[in-house]
């Protein structure tokens, strides 16, 4: 049997996004979304969902190049001048590690983000990251502390084997250590990740090879469906063809290769 998760990260960031999302799971694969709490559009998505009874709804936890859900005054020192959680993911990583105020400022974030997403009454499907910082131990272990607190079962493992190079290769001790931990907390995950490498960049053709290549393992596609970019997007993603990654979602071929492989399509719910 082959099983494949696809997620569309950044709900509620647009709502171009919105529509996107919407759509791909109505007329497409799109079988589960990852919610930005605090983002100008999160309200709406959250309407939208009642809707899509079948969409399994995660919380995308932010902890840069995003809105806080606290009030500043209560993280100053993860806001830069703009108010916005700060954008240097690597000064970031080694604040979190090396400076216990800081992670105490981490913890009070973290839970404003999963209470207001409890407030939802959305059954929460798993969790992952904004710009997979999860992978961070010390992200990781407050997110296993206050995720267990608010009902989590599954988290994303940002593993994708067909990522090569230095990069690739400097991160095995991390998923390693990650998958390890999970599995200790008796929390559920996908086994492998797909799209990481063509984040901005998935279209019809690669998603179908993708779909051709899927194994017995519990696979996860990660995407950033949009029908069109919107005015206040990352300038990091200014070159992002979100609106292919849609297409591709909901393209009569794409939906053909998971008819011809005998591919179920599930939410992290699924996971046995």
Same mark, same amino acid.
């Given at each position: 049997m082959k099983n494949l998760i696809v997620t569309a990260d950044d709900f509620g960031i647009s709502k171009e996004v919105n529509d996107a999302v919407e759509s791909a799971h109505i007329n497409g694969i799109l079988t589960t979304t990852s919610l930005m709490v605090s983002e100008a559009f999160a309200a709406d998505a959250v309407k939208?969902?009642?809707?899509?009874?079948?969409?399994?709804?995660?919380?995308?936890?932010? /902890?840069?190049?995003?809105?806080?859900?606290?009030?500043?005054? #209560?993280?100053?020192?993860?806001? $830069? =001048? &703009?108010?916005?959680? !700060?954008?240097? /993911?690597?000064?970031a990583g080694f604040r979190f590690f090396f400076l216990p105020h800081v992670r105490k400022q981490l913890e009070i974030e973290i839970?404003?983000?999963?209470?207001?997403? #409890? =407030?939802? $009454?959305?059954?929460? $499907?798993?969790? &992952?990251?904004?710009?997979?910082?999860?992978?961070?131990?010390?992200? /990781?272990?407050?997110?296993?502390?206050?995720? =267990?607190?608010?009902?989590?079962?599954?988290? !994303?493992?940002?593993? $994708?084997? &067909?990522?090569?190079?230095?990069? #690739? #290769?400097?991160? =095995?001790p991390w998923l390693a250590l990650m998958k390890s931990r999970l599995r200790k907390h008796g929390i559920k995950h996908n086994d492998v990740l797909l799209g990481l490498g063509e984040t901005g960049s998935l279209n019809t053709k690669t998603l179908i090879s993708m779909i051709n290549g899927l194994s017995s393992q519990t696979a996860e596609l990660m995407c950033h469906p949009a029908t069109g970019p919107w005015a206040d997007m990352d300038p990091k993603a200014k070159n992002f063809r979100h609106d292919l990654e849609f297409k591709a979602l909901i393209d009569k071929e794409t939906l053909n290769a998971i008819y011809e492989n005998s591919v179920m399509l599930r939410a992290y719910r699924d996971i046995e």
């Amino acid at each position: 049997m082959k099983n494949l998760i696809v997620t569309a990260d950044d709900f509620g960031i647009s709502k171009e996004v919105n529509d996107a999302v919407e759509s791909a799971h109505i007329n497409g694969i799109l079988t589960t979304t990852s919610l930005m709490v605090s983002e100008a559009f999160a309200a709406d998505a959250v309407k939208r969902t009642t809707m899509m009874p079948n969409l399994g709804v995660g919380l995308h936890v932010a /902890l840069s190049r995003a809105r806080p859900t606290s009030p500043p005054s #209560a993280i100053p020192d993860l806001i $830069d =001048k &703009n108010g916005l959680l !700060r954008r240097d /993911l690597v000064g970031a990583g080694f604040r979190f590690f090396f400076l216990p105020h800081v992670r105490k400022q981490l913890e009070i974030e973290i839970t404003a983000q999963f209470e207001a997403f #409890a =407030k939802t $009454d959305l059954r929460l $499907d798993h969790v &992952n990251a904004h710009n997979h910082l999860h992978l961070h131990p010390t992200v /990781l272990s407050l997110i296993l502390k206050i995720g =267990k607190q608010h009902g989590m079962k599954s988290v !994303r493992l940002p593993i $994708d084997p &067909n990522t090569k190079g230095f990069g #690739a #290769a400097s991160l =095995k001790p991390w998923l390693a250590l990650m998958k390890s931990r999970l599995r200790k907390h008796g929390i559920k995950h996908n086994d492998v990740l797909l799209g990481l490498g063509e984040t901005g960049s998935l279209n019809t053709k690669t998603l179908i090879s993708m779909i051709n290549g899927l194994s017995s393992q519990t696979a996860e596609l990660m995407c950033h469906p949009a029908t069109g970019p919107w005015a206040d997007m990352d300038p990091k993603a200014k070159n992002f063809r979100h609106d292919l990654e849609f297409k591709a979602l909901i393209d009569k071929e794409t939906l053909n290769a998971i008819y011809e492989n005998s591919v179920m399509l599930r939410a992290y719910r699924d996971i046995e």
